[in-house]
Every structure is written in structure tokens, then in C-alpha cells.
């Protein structure tokens, strides 16, 4: 951190867009759709990151959800309190880093609410009082973004040899979470000491990722450097999380990623000067909770040998998302010396 303003005129990730059209679906045999699918898997294994077009969910039904994610953060913090997450909530609800946090002065500036599967009753959401509408709207966005996360995996299956069908029972139950974003306004000056995101890699196996204009997301390049992704309308962006890259022995990217000031604001902006809030919409997909994920054999060659140990999903994600709560930011570098030792077995 802190380095932020070293990148000053930093440059585009130019990330291929794959249409979803072209690669959904068990009958798509022209030779376009298959070199589409190729596109997709050589883009996960190089670069980690993609937009992803055509993939289902209207434009206008993304903008009701940036519209409820405006008015869910804008409520008074007393009703966001009564909704406050928390490992004990399952990590579902109202999140704000600087509460939890050892070091407020250093915390991300954001926060989130987390909805999970809903149909789950062992693990309530929980949701805002006398709004229905906004639980259908974000339950029909779950279930959305879990169907392009199937059709994903099954592509990346064929791809590397195995069944389109190999993942699906180990991603069946659901336990995702729908995070609603807000990076409140802010001055140019505070990047100095906080990030809206400080640099992390995603935790399962997909992220469906929706930006609005604001900008300032940025990617870490093979080279160490830091690159702007711009949102590009009518895209998604899609990124491996580190269980798929360990399912995938290494061989897909979970790429290193972080959420700074604007890059237009870096160049034309003084210090104290103000920059607006900032929203986003992710979907984080998770392999089941009970999964012991590690690398698949079809994935293990003499060239790249067994590169992980297993780890139930459930635990991973917990103990990430534990982190995060309790430091206010995520490791730059996750390491599995960072495993709770007081949960090791199954979750
Ligand atoms: O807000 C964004 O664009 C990215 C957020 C992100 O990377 C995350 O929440 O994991
Ligand atoms: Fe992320």
C-alpha cells in the first residue's frame, strides 16, 4: 500500500472480452464457439481475468441492482446495525471494515452487504426490513450469476479433458455470496494510508464483477505492474478465485487485484480534493462447503507437479473472510500458515 500514487499514468489492461452466447450450452459444435471456449480458458490461464458479453441478465435489471445498493447503503446507520454481519451471521449481512478492524487508519474504505444462498435455512440472510422487492431482485441476481458460473466451469472442464459435468457436484449447494459494494466518497489524500481495496485475490472459484464508471480497479500484471481495468458496457468482469486456481494445479490464474482512486482523479485532482462515492456488484462463487478441493489428476504433469495441498472450501473461505473482518483489509498474499488453527478439519 502507499504505493498508489506511483501509479501515476498507469497503463490499460486491454482484457479480452468472451461472449457468453457462443460458449452456453451442451450443442455448441460450430467452429466459432469452439474457438470461443479456447479464448476463454487460454484468457483464465494467462491473465486471470476477463469481460465476459452476453451473458444473460438485462442491462436494465444490473442498474435496479446499483440503484438498490445506493439506497440500501444510504439508509441510517442504525438500520444497518440492526443487520450487522458477522461470523456468527455466517458472514451474511452489513459489513463495514473500519468497525472491525484492529486499525481503523487503515482499513479499506468500503463497505458491503452479503447475501447468501436464500433458500438455505440453516444459514439466514439478512435483510433489510419492509423491502420485498429487494430480496427478490437480489435472490433472481444469486441464482443468475450461480447458472453463468456453471456454464463456466463446465467449459473450462471440456477444455482441460475432463466432463462438462465433472464440478457440478462439488458446486450444487450454493454457498456463494452476492456482495453488494459502496466506497463512500472520499479525498484524493486518503489513499495515501487506505485503499477503497487493498490488494487481494478472490477466494473461490469464479467472481461475476459489475462496475459502474467511477474506475479505479486496477490489476496486478505478470510484471508486477499495476493496470486499470475501465468498465465496458454491457460487460461483466470475470476472475478465478484461488480454489479453482487449486483445483486447476496453478494452471488458472487467481490474479492479484485492488480498488484505488481514479485514474483521472490521480492525474487532474489535488490532494484534499473530493472524489464520489464509488459502487459495485460481485458474486463470488464458492465450491461447496464440505469440498476438499485439490488439484484434479487430468491437471498434475511431470512439467507441473502437485502444486497444492487440499483444504475444505468451506474452511478457506471462512478463515479469508475472518481475516478480512478482523484486520479491515485482506492479505496481499494469501498463505495457508494463515489457516485458523482452531477450525483445521472440515468446516
Ligand atoms: O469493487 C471492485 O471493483 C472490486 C471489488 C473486489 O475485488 C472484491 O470485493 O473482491
Ligand atoms: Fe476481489
Redesign the pocket.
Known amino acids: 500500500m502507499g504505493d498508489s500514487t506511483a501509479t501515476t499514468g498507469s497503463q490499460t489492461a486491454n482484457l479480452p472480452i468472451i461472449d457468453f452466447s457462443k460458449i452456453e450450452g451442451f450443442n455448441s459444435e460450430a467452429t466459432e464457439n469452439a474457438a470461443e471456449k479456447q479464448k476463454l480458458f487460454q484468457a483464465l490461464r494467462n491473465v486471470g481475468f476477463i469481460y465476459l458479453k452476453n451473458y444473460g441478465i438485462s442491462d436494465s435489471k444490473v442498474q435496479l441492482l446499483f440503484d438498490y445498493a445506493t439506497r440500501f447503503f444510504s439508509q441510517p446507520l442504525s438500520e444497518k446495525e440492526k443487520i450487522e454481519s458477522g461470523e456468527s451471521k455466517f458472514f451474511r449481512g452489513w459489513f463495514s471494515p473500519e468497525r472491525t478492524s484492529g486499525d481503523a487508519r487503515i482499513a479499506d474504505q468500503k463497505e458491503?452487504f452479503d447475501i447468501g444462498d436464500d433458500g438455505n435455512p440453516s444459514r439466514p440472510n439478512q435483510w433489510p426490513a419492509d423491502w420485498p422487492e429487494f430480496r427478490t431482485d437480489m435472490n433472481y441476481f444469486f441464482e443468475k450469476c450461480h447458472d453463468i458460473h456453471l456454464v463456466l466451469l463446465s467449459t473450462l472442464a471440456e477444455t482441460v479433458g475432463l466432463s462438462r459435468d465433472s464440478f457440478l457436484p462439488y458446486v450444487q449447494d450454493k454457498d456463494h455470496f452476492f456482495?453488494l459494494?459502496h466506497?463512500p466518497q472520499t479525498t484524493l489524500e486518503s489513499f495515501g494510508s487506505r485503499l477503497?481495496?487493498s490488494p487481494?485475490t478472490?477466494y473461490g472459484t469464479f467472481?461475476l464483477?459489475f462496475?459502474d464508471n467511477s474506475g479505479?480497479?486496477q490489476i496486478r500484471g505478470k510484471d508486477g505492474q499495476w493496470l486499470d481495468v475501465h468498465p465496458i458496457p454491457g460487460c461483466a468482469?470475470v476472475n478465478i478465485g484461488d480454489l479453482l486456481s487449486r483445483w486447476f494445479n496453478g494452471i488458472l490464474q487467481s490474479t492479484e487485484?485492488?480498488?484505488i482512486e481514479p485514474s483521472a482523479s490521480r492525474a487532474t485532482l489535488a490532494l484534499g480534493e473530493t472524489i464520489p462515492s464509488?459502487y459495485?456488484l460481485?458474486w463470488?462463487g464458492n465450491p461447496n462447503r464440505n469440498a476438499y478441493i485439490e488439484p484434479f489428476s487430468a491437471c498434475i504433469t511431470e512439467d507441473n507437479p502437485k502444486r497444492f495441498d487440499g483444504v475444505y472450501a468451506g474452511k478457506h473461505v471462512a478463515d479469508r473472510i475472518a481475516k478480512l473482518h478482523k484486520d479491515g483489509k485482506a492479505p496481499e498474499v494469501w498463505k495457508d500458515s494463515m489457516y485458523r488453527k482452531d477450525l483445521s478439519g472440515k468446516a
Do not use: M
Request: aromatic share 10%; glycine share 4%.
Open positions: 458491503a456482495r459494494l466506497y477503497r481495496a487481494h478472490d467472481t464483477l462496475n479505479g480497479l468482469i487485484h485492488r480498488v464509488r459495485a460481485a463470488f
